[in-house]
């Protein structure tokens, strides 16, 4: 099994969400899969400027010039394909939003009706199953709200599955190297990686694990009473 991870953290391998990635992708290599992680923030993606030539002239290749040439190919030869992103607005981010438009060569622009009778394009090149990673800020798992319903949306578009989603509330912690923390986040990696592990052996993560990786990694007054600390600090330092 072929898992590629796109992530569209602004901060790279630096972000909370590579922490959250690094995790479940070691679960899924332990279990036999062959990973790749990519950050998108490294690479050059203009906005999709909708020429149409990837149906029109093209049929599959993009006008523009960048590293999305190299990008999509890998995308398809892969049996999942995981969305990894930071909550920007309650959304994806910028980053992740402007790769997510550069997949459109892969369909063309015959519609069909999926099996709920809603109308979608037929897609050239098959998407593989694809998976949600993602962590926010606030300490609530509700803050996902949008993102769980954008990514089923986005499978049905690109008329594939929605293998899995692990939202993580309260990421702003998984970078954390204080010793107060360093139980809860390896208890929280070790999950992670269970997580990887089922992906690979039974295509999804047990309902189990799922109320599992749910929960929040110290109590939400904690949590708040922390992010209020470091900003009255960062704010201090700043001058303000
Ligand atoms: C522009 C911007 C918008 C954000 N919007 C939200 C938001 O709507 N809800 C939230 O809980 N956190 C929000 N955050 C906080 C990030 O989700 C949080 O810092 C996260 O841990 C960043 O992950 P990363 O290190 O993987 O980039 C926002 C941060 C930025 C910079």
């Not at 015959?110 to 300490?139: L, Q, W």
């Not at 008329?159 to 993580?168: F, G, H, M, S, V």
Request: one cysteine or more; a positive charge.
């Amino acid at each position: 099994m072929k898992i590629i991870v796109f992530n569209g953290s602004p901060q790279a391998e630096k972000s909370h969400t590579n922490v959250m990635v690094e995790a479940f992708l070691e679960g899924a290599r332990e279990a036999g899969a062959t990973v790749e992680n990519i950050f998108l923030a490294h690479k050059k993606i203009h906005p999709c400027v909708a020429c149409f030539s990837c149906w029109l002239k093209t049929p599959g290749k993009c006008a523009i010039q960048d590293d999305m040439a190299e990008l999509l190919p890998l995308c398809y030869a892969s049996d999942l394909v995981v969305f990894a992103t930071p909550l920007y607005v309650d959304n994806v981010t910028g980053i992740m939003k402007n790769f997510m438009d550069r997949m459109i060569p892969a369909a063309d622009p015959y519609f069909e009706k999926d099996a709920g009778g809603e109308c979608r394009h037929k897609t050239t090149s098959k998407v593989p199953r694809i998976m949600v990673i993602s962590n926010c800020g606030f300490p609530e798992q509700s803050h996902f709200q949008v993102l769980k319903l954008l990514f089923r949306r986005i499978a049905r578009n690109m008329n594939t599955e929605l293998a899995a989603e692990i939202y993580r509330g309260g990421g702003a912690i998984l970078t954390d190297n204080s010793i107060t923390l360093k139980l809860p986040l390896l208890h929280y990696k070790s999950l992670l990686r269970k997580a990887g592990g089922e992906i690979v052996k039974d295509g999804k993560i047990s309902g189990d694990l799922q109320q599992k990786l749910e929960k929040p990694l110290i109590p939400e007054s904690l949590y708040i009473r922390g992010a209020e600390t470091y900003f009255r600090e960062a704010l201090k330092k700043a001058g303000r």
